[in-house]
């Protein structure tokens, strides 16, 4: 079992910046795979990033490529989205997730977080 608690949403101007982290419990962090996924109000929950289990290998979708970046730190079971140059169609509620496999795909995922929401104003 892998519990996941967000942290770091909140309201910004666009233009602006936010790290995103999750905090794991248990010992079994560094078996998973962690993603990033977001819903907007109205809208299905889509992949926003992923690393793998050792932070070699990093995804992200199209549409923060080049502004977002995902990492990880095994040793403090979390894992961060630092969010740059925001707009306001970034805002949503921000889900991190677990999976034994390097995924995109929502439903290969086996444990989430709670969520924080992220708004942008312009």
């Known amino acids: 079992q892998v519990q996941l608690v967000e942290s770091g949403g909140g309201l910004v101007q666009a233009g602006g910046s936010l790290r995103l982290s999750c905090a794991a419990s248990g010992r079994t962090f560094s078996s998973y795979a962690m993603g990033w996924f977001r819903q907007a109000p109205g809208k299905e929950r889509e992949f926003v990033a992923v690393?793998?289990?050792?932070?070699?290998?990093?995804s992200s979708s199209d549409s923060v490529k080049g502004r977002f970046t995902i990492s990880r730190d095994n040793a403090k079971n979390t894992v961060y989205l630092q969010m740059n140059s925001l707009k306001p169609e970034d805002t949503a509620v921000y889900y991190c997730a677990a999976s034994l496999m390097t995924s995109r795909t929502l439903t290969e995922y086996t444990y989430w977080g709670q969520g924080t929401q992220v708004t942008v104003s312009s």
């Open positions: 690393i793998s289990r050792t932070g070699s290998v990093t």
